[in-house]
């Protein structure tokens, strides 16, 4: 049923219930089966190392393709991290460990300035 199919029953039913219905209803037809990164798992860690009274604002900019430096900055540190943990030479995992400290070093700046 499409959505304004369902506006004469919108003052009668609460939104929350009306939202469900329409998602589930979304899910038997399958209009969510081939979203990008269907059936992956959800990578949450840049969500919980976000201080907490900016995740919805991260989140919403991150929807709209507008990364805070913040966020960049983490994600490029979590890289460099799993890098230099694949790295087996002890003189290139050590630059990398400079390269992502000084990267935390960038974000706790950048952090301090908000």
């Known amino acids: ?18 939202a469900d219905k329409i998602i589930r209803e979304a899910m ?23 201080p907490e009274d900016r995740r919805m604002a991260y989140g919403l900019l991150k929807s709209a393709n ?10 490029e540190v979590a890289r460099l991290d799993e890098q230099a943990a694949a790295e087996t ?7 990398l460990q400079v ?3 000084n990267l935390r070093l960038r974000l706790a700046v950048a952090r301090e300035r908000r």
């Open 89 to 95: 030479s002890l003189e290139a995992r050590k630059a």
């Open 28 to 50: 038997r037809e399958g209009r969510f089966d081939h979203l990008p990164g269907a059936g992956q798992p959800i990578d949450l860690e840049d969500y919980f190392t976000t």
């Open 66 to 75: 507008l990364v805070p430096e913040e966020v960049e900055l983490m994600a």
């Open 1 to 18: 049923m499409p959505v304004a199919g369902l506006w004469h029953t919108a003052c009668a039913v609460p939104f929350d219930k009306l």
């Open 99 to 101: 390269k992502a400290q």
